[in-house]
């Protein structure tokens, strides 16, 4: 990786790869693919990983009408380590959605994003993948479990109670810099909407209804957007307490173009549920769990840089004992990032998390966790 950098000027062109596409009767297969791997070096308690990858393939079956209606089937088929989970739990189906495209906007049916994660806002980041928001690769491992450490409270502002479970989604077009979004989520099922009901347990949501709003404009040379959205539901076979979801969020950031090769960014975003830890098969009607996030970034040609600090409370449920002791979460996060071409990003960093609780103890054996490490991530995908 380090030999490529320099050269990665006279050859972006060669290291750029555009998706296969193959006609099917009037309409087009075209099949967009993601790669990307991280090693590591951490510091933490007890055993730790040191790589972790994810691959990802994204075919998309589209017609296009001259009249300018679209209608496309879409999916994102995903092999990943425990450490590469992302938002969708280590789904290998992530998405599989129809989608029909006009003047008036796009509408999906099927396992696809929420009103809230399809506008969601976030502050920079060298490199996305690894950002402590809405993380898709992490670095730390719980021994006993082998999974993610991060599985247990995860710094993600995006307001995403319905996550990839089938939905009726709506977005509409930008008018006058305003954009916004619609879903309905009958169940926590990951078939078609209505066909399933998700997992027999207590507290199981349905009738996830999100909305979201987003708003860009220029004030000066400044670029603009604002984000905000909210969820609702209601629990099914609840335990005492428990109750539909209430997930609210917002987000700005702002943009600089200090020239013609620098912008500068400064970003923020705050997310509230009744969710304990996020977790919607766990809410109460006395649990509040908030995060908050704020970065500031410059970008430079293909160079990029960003510091990056988040915090988060999960609230004690008293009902669940040990399980739902309140978790108190900070992060910091330093990379560096250079775009060998436009499909090829190379990030290197370090990042800090820091964990607490109120009763009983993390796998250290203690009331408190805390973990670092340096980085170095790789990501391939197509482009045209």
């Not at 994810?54 to 995903?78: E, I, N, Q, W």
């Not at 995060?291 to 915090?311: H, I, R």
């Amino acid at each position: 990786m380090a030999f490529a950098v320099p050269a990665a000027p006279a050859r972006a062109d060669d290291l750029t790869l555009a998706p296969p596409s193959f006609p099917v009767g009037n309409a087009e297969l075209r099949l967009d693919a993601m790669a990307g791997g991280a090693v590591f070096g951490v510091d933490q308690p007890g055993d730790s990983a040191n790589a972790s990858g994810v691959a990802k393939l994204m075919p998309t079956l589209k017609r296009d009408y001259d009249s300018g209606l679209a209608l496309s089937l879409d999916g994102t088929f995903t092999l990943a380590d425990p450490l590469s989970r992302g938002r969708y739990n280590g789904d290998a189906v992530e998405k599989l959605y129809g989608e029909m495209r006009t003047g008036l906007g796009r509408m999906q049916i099927g396992l696809t994003d929420g009103a809230g994660y399809a506008l969601a806002l976030a502050g920079p980041s060298a490199d996305p993948q690894i950002a402590l928001d809405d993380a898709q690769t992490t670095f730390f491992r719980d021994p006993g479990t082998h999974r993610a450490v991060t599985d247990m409270f995860t710094l993600r502002t995006a307001v995403g109670a319905s996550s990839n479970y089938g939905k009726f989604t709506y977005v509409s077009p930008a008018l006058f810099g305003v954009q916004l979004a619609l879903s309905f989520t009958p169940s926590e099922g990951k078939l078609l909407p209505f066909e399933d009901a998700g997992p027999d347990v207590p507290g199981r949501q349905a009738d996830i209804w999100e909305a979201a709003l987003r708003y860009s404009d220029d004030i000066g040379p400044v670029s603009l957007s604002l984000y905000a959205a909210a969820a609702e539901s209601r629990a099914e076979h609840k335990l005492p307490g428990q109750v539909g979801v209430g997930d609210l969020g917002a987000g700005l950031r702002a943009d600089y173009p200090v020239n013609d090769d620098i912008t500068l960014s400064l970003g923020t975003a705050y997310r509230q549920s009744n969710a304990y830890a996020f977790d919607i098969n766990r809410s109460y009607d006395r649990a509040t769990t908030r995060v908050m996030d704020v970065s500031g970034g410059v970008t430079d040609g293909a160079w990029s840089a960003a510091l990056e600090y988040g915090n988060g409370v999960a609230g004690s449920v008293a009902s669940l004992g040990t399980n739902g002791a309140r978790l108190g979460l900070n992060g910091l996060e330093a990379s560096l990032g250079y775009a060998l071409s436009p499909g090829i990003q190379l990030s290197a960093g370090w990042q800090h998390l820091n964990y607490g609780r109120d009763q009983g103890v993390f796998y250290n054996g203690a009331a408190r966790l805390s973990l670092d490490a340096g980085f170095l991530h790789l990501t391939f995908h197509t482009t045209n």
